[in-house]
């Protein structure tokens, strides 16, 4: 990361950079807050700073001074947490569908002509018909299988505060009816969404439900591809969960730290550095005017359409209460796709039990 | 003797200095009486294990049991005061829905892999112990599973036991069978980690075996076999009872580990699907650590709860070899 060194250095500070995986990256984190040793710049998981926010870890934004004001308000929504700010995003992904051209040619489909689930249902049958595989997704009992079955939820106007909704129900009953007739790969049951973009990439599917993050795999994969939005039940593109990064500021004992600190937040999110950053990582810019300039690559503006109707896992207020709903959702998930239960009965006992986790919020 | 001293200077300088106060500092005063020194001396030799005990063994023990016993939010695991609430935790994990799946889980988990990797580790063993040409090699392939990284193999299984695109699935087909959902089918899970961890505890079985076969005189076999005794009788009557002290050590060890297995059942099933596969080791990990919400206190009161299990097997075993200095 040199573009660390150089804020560091324009900072006049000498930055000492530590990784750690996602829910590794979480509890190392309490941790150091609990010893009193936070970092002075921490980058996060989106969902995870609602949670750092209400341990007490980070600093809002009235309390140092990062300027969030031209971060579109969807991406940002993460990041709020009764009525606070904390941090700012650096870079956004989502999930879209990527197909495979030659199998949907060949199987006659027209994926300009996909808008709602009938649409996508029909397609998967006659590229089921015609002997290939339909479509690959991550369905694992982890945040991740959430993260991958929260467009069709949202895309059938269910909300997160009733999993049992009809609309909830009818979602869940979409993947479990794929599931049953083969157009879903029974290991998507397990697979991350690592290993489901492994089996699109074999060239075998017709369509793989995956994030911006793949764009440079896609390119590697050796057959023509595209991207449409993920459709909603009624037709129209569905609200995608927003995936990506905050930079944050943790609080910190000696005050007198934050003037630097700021200073190098402000050159990581500066316009510029943003733009490389987010060019790098296969994010979207979370700000106008750095998405103005991605549109001029044309793999690009699908994404940025997808990145501005998508929707914070977190946001509706949810915060810390998201993750014990979320376990809920995946877990119904996997009850519906294994035959354990009926989506009806999977979606109305997550339900309760996630009512019984927030206390019934 | 000054040396000696000399290493109780040490322990004071750490931040455990809590768990270091509890041995008792020499004075110099003691030094001048006799038979204070040479008690000195003893608290001085004792030191190094006792502070190492104390600071890598108790202290850990004891958080996590504080851990259990208090109300932890993110908040108050950041910011201490986090209220003491007594056995609720306990009471959560046990009307939790995981509870009672999570336990017969373990428990089927951990007989069954011990039953089959004993089973299978003894019948190697006394294959090998024959000695025959390229034996010693053999013996030396079995170890492979022991000495991967149990990421390496815990993923392999895992891609061998794939619905879609497995090499087990792709056999079953050729020989005509319909395919099995190996970690996708809440019915076969479980098994499937089973079979996982069996083929990863054999190594430690047969080695152990093996040892306590080689130890054996080969004269008491000649001397069954005088008496008209069948290779049946003489594992029976001979074999058999001469490894019961090797045999409860490779039980309770196997238990002990089996027990707390995690990372196998983590990398291939993550307990799921649906829970189908969680275990008290799996389930701990998720409440504390595999979801984006903390959940402390219930966690830590799962993996108490896993050393309690571990402390009675413990128990039972001291029990059983006190009976065999006994008799």
């Not at chain 2, 908040?75 to 935790?89: E, I, T």
Request: charged content about 10%; overall charge positive; proline content about 6%.
């Amino acid at each position: 990361m040199n573009l660390l060194n150089s804020c560091g250095a324009s900072a006049g500070a000498k930055i000492k950079r530590t990784g750690y995986d996602t829910t590794a990256l979480l509890s190392q984190t309490l941790l150091s807050a609990q010893q009193g040793n936070s970092p002075d710049v921490l980058i996060v998981d989106n969902p995870v700073v609602s949670t750092l926010a209400d341990a007490g870890v980070l600093a809002s934004n009235d309390q140092d001074s990062i300027d969030a004001s031209a971060v579109a308000p969807n991406l940002l929504a993460a990041g709020v947490l009764n009525g606070k700010t904390y941090g700012i995003p650096i870079g956004a992904n989502t999930l879209a569908l990527y197909y495979n051209k030659t199998i949907l040619s060949a199987a006659g489909v027209d994926p300009s002509t996909i808008k709602s689930w009938a649409d996508l249902t029909a397609a998967l049958a006659k590229v089921k018909a015609a002997g290939k595989g339909g479509i690959t997704l991550s369905a694992i009992g982890t945040e991740e299988g959430s993260f991958q079955f929260l467009p069709w939820f949202w895309g059938s106007g269910a909300n997160l505060t009733n999993l049992a909704s009809t609309q909830g129900v009818a979602a869940l009953q979409l993947w479990t009816s794929w599931m049953k007739a083969g157009y879903v790969p029974n290991a998507a049951i397990q697979d991350t969404q690592t290993t489901s973009w492994a089996e699109f990439a074999t060239g075998k599917y017709a369509f793989a439900e995956n994030g911006t993050w793949q764009l440079a795999n896609a390119e590697k994969a050796g057959f023509a591809y595209g991207i449409i939005p993920i459709p909603s039940m009624a037709g129209g593109v569905a609200p995608a969960p927003t995936g990506g990064e905050f930079v944050t500021i943790p609080l910190q004992k000696d005050t007198s730290r934050y003037p630097t600190t700021e200073k190098i937040v402000s050159c990581l999110t500066s316009a510029d550095n943003a733009f490389n950053t987010d060019t790098t990582l296969g994010y979207i810019g979370v700000t106008a005017a750095v998405q103005q300039k991605q549109a001029t690559n044309p793999q690009l503006p699908v994404w940025i359409s997808a990145v501005a109707a998508a929707k914070g896992r977190t946001s509706d207020n949810l915060g810390t209460n998201y993750p014990k709903i979320s376990q809920q959702l995946w877990t119904a998930v996997q009850n519906a796709l294994t035959g354990a239960k009926s989506p009806t009965a999977a979606m109305s006992t997550a339900q309760s039990a996630a009512a019984a986790a927030t206390g019934g919020k | 003797m000054s040396d000696t001293t000399g290493i109780q200077a040490h322990p004071s300088q750490r931040d455990g200095g809590g768990a270091a106060a509890a041995v008792p500092p020499p004075s110099a005063r003691d030094r001048s009486r006799k038979p204070a020194a040479s008690q000195l001396a003893a608290w001085a030799f004792l030191a190094p294990v006792t502070i190492y005990l104390l600071l890598f063994y108790a202290y850990p023990l004891y958080r996590s049991l504080d851990l259990s016993l208090r109300n932890y939010t993110v908040r108050s695991f950041v910011h201490g005061h986090a209220p003491f609430s007594g056995l609720k935790n306990y009471r959560i994990d046990i009307r939790d829905p995981t509870f009672t799946p999570a336990l017969l889980h373990t428990l089927i988990f951990t007989l069954v892999s011990i039953a089959f990797q004993f089973v299978i580790g003894l019948g190697l063993a006394m294959f090998f112990v024959q000695h025959f040409k390229l034996s010693a090699t053999l013996r030396a392939l079995f170890l492979v599973p022991w000495l991967l990284p149990l990421i390496v193999s815990a993923s392999t299984w895992s891609w061998m036991l794939n619905s879609d695109s497995g090499v087990v699935n792709s056999a079953l087909h050729r020989f005509g069978f319909a395919p099995v959902n190996w970690l996708t089918a809440p019915k076969w899970a479980l098994v499937s980690v089973i079979i996982a961890n069996i083929w990863i505890g054999i190594p430690f079985n047969l080695v152990l075996m093996y040892s306590g076969l080689q130890a054996i005189s080969p004269d008491i076999y000649e001397a069954a076999a005088l008496d008209g005794a069948n290779g049946w009788q003489r594992f029976w009557r001979v074999t058999f009872p001469l490894l019961r002290p090797v045999t409860a050590v490779t039980l309770l060890l196997g238990l002990v580990y089996t027990l707390k297995v995690f990372d196998i059942i983590w990398i291939m099933t993550r307990g799921g699907p649906a829970g189908a596969s969680t275990t008290f080791a799996t389930w701990s990990y998720q409440l504390s650590f595999g979801n984006l919400l903390p959940a402390f206190g219930p966690g830590a009161a799962v993996a108490n709860m896993l050393i309690v299990m571990t402390l009675i097997f413990g128990f039972v075993y001291f029990r059983i070899q006190r009976k065999q200095l006994e008799s």
